[in-house]
């Protein structure tokens, strides 16, 4: 079984991003992202899959430009 990892995770205006690797060495960015009464995350929306963690990176800083890294 694949469980996603979380490669980095980002703030801004209240709202949490992750970028998170996902099967097949892809990387996929979360957008407003909560965690539920169970502990799960899940996101408001998604972006991607990207090849690479530095496409991810700079699609998020695209889409949420006011973001900065947290630590994980």
Request: with cysteine; proline share 4%; charged share 30%.
């Amino acid at each position: 079984m694949f469980r996603l990892k979380i490669c980095k995770r980002f703030l801004g205006n209240e709202a949490l991003c992750f970028i998170v690797k996902v099967p097949n060495d892809l990387y996929q960015n979360w957008y407003d992202v909560r965690k539920d009464d169970f502990g799960d995350w899940y996101p408001g929306s998604t972006a991607g899959l990207f090849d690479s963690l530095d496409d991810a990176v700079a699609a998020l800083k695209k889409h949420r430009p006011m973001v900065e890294e947290v630590e994980l």
